[in-house]
């Protein structure tokens, strides 16, 4: 066995809790070197949760449980120090406003120039010629220049493309992208989702999509885990999960979504609200929602179970089905 | 041919804005000679991207901003002044709901009460059938009498969308106005009040101008979908065929940037460059810095929306040169 076959991050029953409300449920998750994983659901899910409690950047009154392991080494309780290498260094996370995560006061070569200082140790000419590489990489026009530009001076499109110019400034093993074209335009939006495309073929890096978007997803990721109030329910390589979805919630999201072509149908809606954290249905967290439940969905909560390789499911229904579906196979 | 329930005719809408503390103001034209009919029953579609004008569009259709330059009119006759008390009157035909369904309800104010204001405000009924209206307004719209009871904040989102939609129906109104109506809201609720909008515009007859960034979801409602930058009508047509088969330059961009699940991210038109900056509008056609098919003639005539295809406008010189040569095998 080579290392490249362990996964890079790997996630095992990560929780988290805020004063006593359980708001993740025990997360298993891997990444593997160099792919991308899409991580869709709606507000609320733990799509985020999940990275901020795996980064350590929630804030303190957060209960965190479970495993956080980068090349097997456990992040949760790790010193602050190892983990400010490991944040920048080894994993960076880019958000949807570029314009907050960045200082409006200081110039991009500064920003730039900290990131290459604290991460990769370079100092004077290095940093310049380090940024300048880097802005070009992102594509940012004139670069030589406008280093010495502040954020105001871009516009949105062009902030986030130097906010993933300083993830990269780290040359992290995993980019976290949390909704990184939720607040572009659709034009610019394909833009950066082209640009993420290039850098990951340059650099090899792996990158988590965090994005409500079910296409951005499809299009940009290997493999999609879909969270519904704060568990995985579904995951797959993304074709199969697109193609096939076999959980209720899956399959109402992608049938929500009004096709672009074709004939028109009604979209499927899901009925009903999210549930509260605060006061979660028994069982299945679905079920109130699902038009398929039965008694023995609400008598215990589903686990993600594995159907096939790299295909799991929460849903004691689909899981029942695929089973049957895959006896009639081995019969016929 | 029956009379459009609204027409708009050249529409303009003009902005002073400055750049910096020390910078001469400048001319902004976020809407810039736009021009469309809508019937009753009828719903319009129209997307763009911010700065696009399609927001400005909506207000000054209903008069919410004053018009610099064309008119508006509605049911034959010209939309009277604003603040008039016939405009008050034309009002009550005429609603728009917004993106943000909080903020355009009172958070201090149970929900019927709300919905039942406008019936209040333009003394439609008695007392019994003011309470009557509003509980068929909330039913109508999915929402219990429980929910009425409710403030704003005890509601999620897409019941609060359906409080706004029922208000905006006490009237009776014959024309709606939606802008980004299911945009703050989650992908299953979308779904819900994209198939509400639907069931009540056919059931009511009602027209609608519906705003949006998202091309699914103006797709879906409308028949006829109007493609806006910078100002601008660039393309209008057929929901269906221009989608399928988009003549611009910019819809064929905007359709190619819709993720589609399923597919991957192949040949995709990635335009270059920023969106264009309202304050500094391109020569001739706006669009021709971003444009991949620009000759160097855009940048000098300004395109004019001509009709391309029987029900299909455009507003781009390559394609109205072609369709004043001899057709060579093309279409």
């Excluded at chain 1, 409300?21 to 998750?29: E, R, S």
């Excluded at chain 1, 980019?175 to 394909?190: F, K, N, R, S």
């Excluded at chain 2, 259709?61 to 008390?85: H, K, Q, R, Y």
């Amino acid at each position: 066995m080579t290392l490249s076959s362990h996964p890079l991050v790997r996630l095992e029953r990560l929780s988290v809790a805020f004063d006593g409300v359980t708001v993740l449920h025990g997360i298993d998750l891997e990444i593997r070197r160099g792919e991308t994983l899409g991580l869709v659901g709606e507000s609320g899910s733990g799509k985020s949760v999940t990275w901020l409690a795996a980064l350590g950047l929630l804030p303190k009154k957060a209960q965190v449980a479970g495993r956080v392991l980068l090349d097997g080494e456990d992040l949760l309780g790790a010193a602050e120090t190892r983990l400010d290498d490991v944040r920048g260094g080894r994993i960076a996370m880019i958000f949807q406003d570029p314009a907050s995560a960045l200082n409006p006061v200081l110039t991009i070569r500064r920003q730039l120039g900290e990131a290459l200082a604290l991460h990769r140790g370079l100092s004077g000419r290095e940093i310049g010629a380090e940024a300048k590489r880097l802005l070009d990489l992102v594509g940012i026009p004139d670069a030589e220049r406008r280093l010495s530009a502040y954020p105001h001076e871009f516009s949105g499109g062009q902030n986030q493309r130097i906010m993933i110019a300083m993830a990269l400034a780290g040359s992290p093993d995993l980019l976290v992208a949390d909704e990184p074209t939720t607040a572009l335009d659709a034009t610019i939006q394909a833009q950066i989702l082209d640009l993420l495309a290039v850098v990951r073929r340059e650099t090899g890096m792996a990158m988590v999509l965090i994005s409500h978007d079910l296409g951005v997803v499809s299009e940009t990721c290997d493999r999609v885990a879909v969270m519904y109030a704060g568990r995985i329910v579904e995951e797959g390589p993304s074709a199969q999960v697109f193609d096939d979805p076999a959980h209720p919630y899956a399959r109402g999201l992608i049938g929500a979504l009004p096709p672009l072509d074709g004939s028109r149908r009604r979209l499927v809606s899901i009925p009903g609200t999210v549930p509260d954290p605060r006061d979660p249905p028994p069982g299945c967290a679905f079920a109130p929602r699902c038009l398929h439940a039965t008694r023995d969905c609400t008598a215990a909560t589903p686990q993600l179970e594995e159907v096939a390789a790299g295909r799991r499911m929460a849903c004691i229904l689909a899981v029942h089905r695929r089973a049957l579906a895959h006896r009639e196979i081995e019969f016929a | 041919m029956t009379a459009p329930l609204v027409s708009v005719d050249g529409i303009a809408r003009h902005y002073a804005m400055r750049r910096g503390l020390l910078g001469r103001p400048v001319e902004i034209r976020a809407v810039d000679g736009v021009s469309f009919t809508l019937s009753a029953g009828e719903t319009l579609g129209i997307v763009g991207e911010s700065g696009s004008g399609k927001s400005t569009t909506g207000r000054v259709v209903l008069g919410l901003e004053p018009a610099d330059a064309g008119s508006v009119a509605f049911d034959g006759a010209a939309m009277p002044a604003a603040g008039t008390a016939t405009w008050r009157r034309q009002r009550a035909r005429m609603q728009m709901i917004f993106q943000d369904p909080l903020g355009a309800l009172d958070r201090r104010l149970p929900i019927a009460p709300q919905v039942r204001e406008p019936l209040d405000i333009h003394e439609i009924g008695d007392e019994k059938a003011r309470a009557a209206r509003v509980a068929d307004l909330l039913d109508r719209v999915g929402l219990s009498a429980d929910h009425g009871r409710r403030f704003p904040h005890e509601l999620s989102g897409g019941q609060r969308q359906r409080a706004v939609l029922a208000r905006a129906l006490a009237t009776k109104p014959d024309f709606l106005v939606c802008d980004e109506p299911i945009s703050a809201l989650d992908v299953s609720i979308q779904a819900q009040v994209v198939n509400l909008l639907v069931d009540l515009q056919a059931d009511l007859g009602l027209a609608m101008l519906f705003i949006s960034h998202d091309l699914r979801v103006v797709r879906q409602v409308s028949r006829r979908v109007a493609v806006m930058y910078l100002g601008r009508i660039v393309e209008e047509g057929d929901a269906d065929d221009l989608f399928a088969r988009p003549v611009h330059p910019y819809t064929r961009a905007l359709v190619s940037a819709a993720p589609t699940p399923g597919r991957r991210m192949a040949d995709r038109v990635v335009l270059v460059g920023d969106p264009p900056d309202p304050a500094d509008r391109p020569s001739g056609c706006a669009f021709h810095p971003r444009c991949p098919m620009a000759m160097s003639r855009c940048r000098e005539v300004e395109p004019r929306l001509t009709e391309v295809a029987p029900g299909r406008r455009a507003a781009c010189l390559l394609v109205d040169a072609a369709a004043a040569e001899p057709r060579e095998g093309a279409r």
